[in-house]
């Protein structure tokens, strides 16, 4: 079978296109037979900064999507056939989904249902699994998404075009909040409003705050924040007492300036998410409203709903990881 790989960290051109022999799914594992690998900002990053172990050739990314095809000992032989979506195929492992056919433990490929692309499957891990946690650490919880437990909340979605902040406006729409999200331009607008989202606030046009508080007088329960150095002051101007900025990324600086007695005064709350490391038991709650929400239609892809597929042929894998560090709108997909 095909597989890009890499045996040191470095600049896209580390990676290599290679022949393996298809491995074989041991206790408690599934093979998958991968139909697109999705390509999120860390499998640039671990690439560019997480040298694989002596002598070890780590294939990238972390999401994908395809179909099962042969099971280990322990896991249900009907499972053969199943559509799937796979997330986290390389934490702490050398097999991600830049390849035909990968191995893993089979809580990691979730059940896609029939009308659920598998281009859709292989956008949903890192991105989904990430809202989902931002959305389900304010004051009160819930701590599993659902049709209307996020009701009368208000949610602040910073960045409501990038992939992260397009399944956050998704989620969030799905579990009855009312969704505002920020962008920069008129472009990324419009998918932030195919996504679902009630205000859409172009930071770079509008006085964000004052619009912001415009829509909402009460304030904002819950800030989905990817830029948390840049937007301090934002999210202090519209957080209502007792809410929350959950952040995901550093993009914008690596550390944040919080007013203590401001932020005390009115018991406001920030936290951060890798999501890697979020508690097992966040992770499954992710997965299980995550399925739930692709089941009712209520979390979709592609172009219609606010985040554009880009595809890569497997050999160009380099050039995908490149598009993704570049800052491409949407959603970057391998083809296998
Ligand atoms: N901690 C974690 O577990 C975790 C998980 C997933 C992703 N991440 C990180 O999160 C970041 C985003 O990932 P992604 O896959 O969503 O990337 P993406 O699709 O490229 O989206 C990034 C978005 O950030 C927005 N943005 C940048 N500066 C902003 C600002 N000042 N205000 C509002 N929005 C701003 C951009 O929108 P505008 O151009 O409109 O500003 C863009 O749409 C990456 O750094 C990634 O590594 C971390």
Redesign the pocket.
């Known amino acids: 079978m095909k597989a890009i790989v890499y045996e040191h960290s470095g600049a896209s051109d580390v990676l290599s296109l290679t022949d393996r022999p298809v491995p074989e799914p041991g206790p408690g594992e599934v093979r998958v037979k991968v139909a697109f690998s999705g390509v999120?900002?860390?499998d640039w990053?671990s690439r560019t900064n997480a040298q694989p172990g002596a002598g070890a050739a780590q294939v990238p990314n972390q999401d994908g999507s395809g179909v099962v095809d042969a099971v280990g000992p322990g896991v249900d032989a009907a499972r053969v056939g199943e559509r799937v979506w796979i997330w986290e195929a390389a934490w702490q492992r050398a097999d991600g989904t830049a390849q035909e056919y990968v191995v893993l433990p089979a809580r990691q490929a979730v059940p896609l249902p029939e009308h659920a692309s598998l281009e859709l499957g292989a956008s949903l891990g890192?991105?989904a699994?990430?809202a989902h946690?931002a959305l389900t650490l304010a004051e009160g919880g819930p701590t599993r998404l659902a049709p209307g437990a996020l009701a009368g909340r208000t949610v602040l979605v910073?960045?409501?075009?990038?992939?992260?902040?397009?399944a956050a406006i998704q989620l969030a729409r799905w579990a009855g909040a009312t969704v505002l999200t920020?962008?920069?331009?008129p472009q990324?607008a419009r998918l932030a409003e195919a996504a679902g989202a009630h205000h859409v606030v172009d930071?770079r046009a509008q006085d964000a705050a004052a619009v912001i508080r415009a829509l909402a007088p009460e304030g904002v329960d819950l800030v989905v924040e990817?830029?948390p150095t840049?937007?301090v002051a934002l999210d202090l101007a519209v957080l209502a007492p007792n809410g929350t900025v959950a952040f995901?990324?550093?993009?914008?600086g690596p550390e944040v300036t919080i007013p203590v007695r401001d932020s005390m005064f009115r018991n406001l709350r920030w936290l951060?998410?890798?999501?890697?490391t979020i508690p097992d038991a966040a992770k499954l709650a992710a997965v299980a409203a995550i399925s739930d929400a692709v089941a009712a239609d209520a979390l979709r892809g592609g172009e219609q709903a606010g985040l554009p597929w880009h595809h890569y042929p497997l050999a160009r894998t380099a050039d995908a990881h490149d598009a993704?560090q570049a800052?491409?709108?949407?959603?970057v997909l391998i083809d296998l």
């Open positions: 999120n900002p860390t990053k890192i991105p699994m990430t946690r910073a960045g409501g075009a990038g992939a992260v902040g397009n920020t962008v920069s331009s990324k930071y990817v830029a840049a937007n995901y990324a550093d993009g914008s951060g998410i890798l999501v890697y993704v800052g491409t709108v949407g959603k």
